[in-house]
């Protein structure tokens, strides 16, 4: 369990140092509210949560299309984000 904790925060870290460097392009002014949660980086930081099945899986992904989920996702916390997912597993 230490291990995914441990993955899950470097994928955090890295989405934020890429969302560092997105800040600091003057061309990306444009392009920052589309980039800034893309869900590669949601799918990358589901990909190492443990117990996640691929029913709570794909409604997740669904989630994901919706710019507010996917910012509220990349923003939470680990325990937060296992809440959500539960949450999903009991919506039909």
């Keep these: 369990m230490h291990f995914l904790w441990i993955e899950a925060t470097k994928v955090k870290t890295d989405a934020c140092l890429a969302n560092t460097e997105i800040y600091k392009s003057p061309s990306a002014d444009g392009n920052r509210q ?3 949660f893309s869900l590669t980086e949601c799918v990358q930081i589901i990909e190492v949560l443990d117990g996640i099945d691929g029913d709570v899986y794909m ?3 669904e989630k994901f299309k ?3 989920w996917k910012e509220i996702f990349v ?3 680990t325990l937060r984000k296992s ?3 539960d949450r999903l ?3 039909s």
């Design 34 to 36: 589309k980039n800034e």
């Design 66 to 68: 919706d710019l507010d």
């Design 89 to 91: 597993s009991m919506s």
């Design 83 to 85: 809440a959500w997912l």
């Design 75 to 77: 923003n939470v916390s």
């Design 59 to 61: 409604k997740a992904v």
